[in-house]
């Protein structure tokens, strides 16, 4: 006969499969008289399982949906789908990335070894379509959900830009996603700074066990931080410009993390960059505003051509009339 824990747990997974038992069927398959189905019942309930119950010859137990999310048991099949469900869901734009992640930290946690070769091997046989950016692999991501959630310090390996793999030792924050990207800040405790990682240029390492104390950052500061640490990184042209328009409506059709300084109530100066000094150029042109470069000969020049090019074509349109 099974011990009271094991029945609890049996009678739970009966309940999951279908719709209503009656007694007589949970005593049969359980082994137990119908006073020990009911006092199950009745444990089930002060563990916050719904158990609802219909006398009569048609009655019997049900579980019914109930006011707060009681736990669930899962069979191999399905704890594999919920797995490979949740790291596949956590790659998407859903806005339950963070939530997904977290679930699934806690759901490898306590996987069998089988089943996570299972899921291991589903996840090494999917390929994504090429040109959707560079696949996260849900089980990192786990792992750094799992240390954010547990306080634990992060050791990896980090692959740089231009090759090569470096120690990496931090105090992991918050995870953020970005287009088809995952990106950690986190505290590095050798330079003793926020760094910001890209999560698919990380190789995991052994985890430390070693806990720390989050430091006072929100969530919009650190989503803000991430951005402004991005963009500024992948500018190869650096420039100050001054703007004829008020810096509050700058700001917001900038909407990039450039930094805007108020001059006065009709103009503000603007630092900013980009990869190409003609594309900024032609984006500068976008605001609607006239403006003065302060520093930046690259993107001096860049207006100029921009200018021509204009009057080129002005003068193309002007004799095709004629």
Known sequence: ??????RLLEMLSLLQLKRDWTSAELAGRLGVSARTVRADIGRLRSLGYPVTA????????????????PPLLLDDDEAVAVAVGLGAVATWRLGVEATSLTALAKLEQVLPSRLRRRVDAIREAT??????????????LGAVAAAIRG???LRFGYVKPEGGEVPRHVEPQRLVSWGPLWYLLGWDLEREDWRVFRVDRMVPRAP??????PHAIGDDEAVRFVVERIVKASWRYRARVLVRAPADEVAAKLRLPVDVEAV?????RVELGAEDPDRLALWLTQLGADIEVVEGEELTEAFERLAA????AAGASTGAVT
């Open 54 to 69: 219909r006398p009569g010859v048609a009655g019997g137990y049900r579980l019914a949906a109930g006011s707060a999310m």
């Open 208 to 213: 430390t066990g070693a806990r720390f104390r």
């Open 127 to 140: 390929s994504v379509v090429p040109g959707a950016g560079p696949a996260p692999d849900p089980a990192m």
């Open 264 to 268: 006065d109530e009709s103009s503000c």
């Open 151 to 153: 306080r634990e310090r």
């Open 309 to 312: 090019r204009f009057r080129r």
């Open 1 to 6: 006969m099974l011990g009271t824990s094991a």
